[in-house]
Antibody, heavy 118, light 108 residues
Framework: QVQLVESGGDVVQPGRSLRLSCAASGFTFSSYGMHWVRQAPGKGLEWVAVIWGDGSNKYYADSVKGRFTISRDNSKNTLYLQMNSLRVEDTAIYYC???????????WGQGTMVTVSS | EIVLTQSPGTLSLSPGERATLSCRASQSVSSSYLAWYQQKPGQAPRLLIYATSSRATGIPDRFSGSGSGTDFTLTISRLEPEDFVVYYCQQYNSSPWTFGQGTKVEIK
């Protein structure tokens, strides 16, 4: 069964760090680029970051550049998002999703909630 | 950055009616890289349409997509009760990948 399962969401204070994980199963993880997409409470979808299947390329939204780092461990079929210097405006549900090339974001996880609050 | 503007923000219709959702891009988007997603409350987005007009696996044929250049449309031919949720368009040609702000389809 094709599945993505996020974890690591928590309530943290501004300025602190958090690492999210996304465990993949049911498909050849290393063959797919992977994205993080977030959704603030009651708001729309915002793309955050992408990493190529082999990890060779990474891109970030301007809103997180320099603070967030996307990475992956293909031996563990796991995607990560290291979030540093967290801000109140980073509060959101964070989803991981597969990059299917022309097939768009075909598979999504259920999301993990990050709340940044003092 | 390609900005996608969806209209209307909210669409009020009755079950059985036809829904037409618009997505306008600030610059030309390759038709191969325009998608539509459906999001139900409390759930992750679900891919409906990719490459402008191709239905994803398991998507009913009442959903269809069309368009080119800067103007794209999602059409729901006959609204079912479960279709009254939020829809997003997305361009995924290159970084930064961008989404529209969403259209909510509500029961009139």
């Amino acid at each position: 069964q094709v599945q993505l399962v996020e974890s690591g969401g928590d309530v943290v204070q501004p300025g602190r760090s958090l690492r999210l994980s996304c465990a993949a199963s049911g498909f050849t993880f290393s063959s797919y680029g992977m994205h993080w997409v977030r959704q603030a409470p009651g708001k729309g979808l915002e793309w955050v970051a992408v990493i190529w299947g082999d990890g060779s390329n990474k891109y970030y939204a301007d809103s997180v550049k320099g603070r967030f780092t996307i990475s992956r461990d293909n031996s563990k079929n796991t995607l990560y998002l290291q979030m540093n210097s967290l801000r109140v405006e980073d509060t959101a549900i964070y989803y991981c999703a597969t990059d299917g090339g022309a097939d768009a974001f075909r598979i999504w996880g259920q999301g993990t909630m990050v709340t940044v609050s003092s | 950055e390609i900005v996608l503007t969806q209209s209307p923000g909210t669409l009020s219709l009755s079950p059985g009616e036809r829904a037409t959702l618009s997505c306008r891009a600030s610059q030309s988007v390759s038709s191969s890289y325009l998608a539509w997603y459906q999001q139900k409350p409390g759930q992750a987005p679900r891919l409906l349409i990719y490459a402008t007009s191709s239905r994803a696996t398991g998507i009913p044929d009442r959903f269809s997509g069309s368009g080119s250049g800067t103007d794209f449309t999602l059409t729901i031919s006959r609204l079912e009760p479960e279709d009254f949720v939020v829809y997003y368009c997305q361009q995924y040609n290159s970084s930064p990948w961008t989404f529209g702000q969403g259209t909510k389809v509500e029961i009139k």
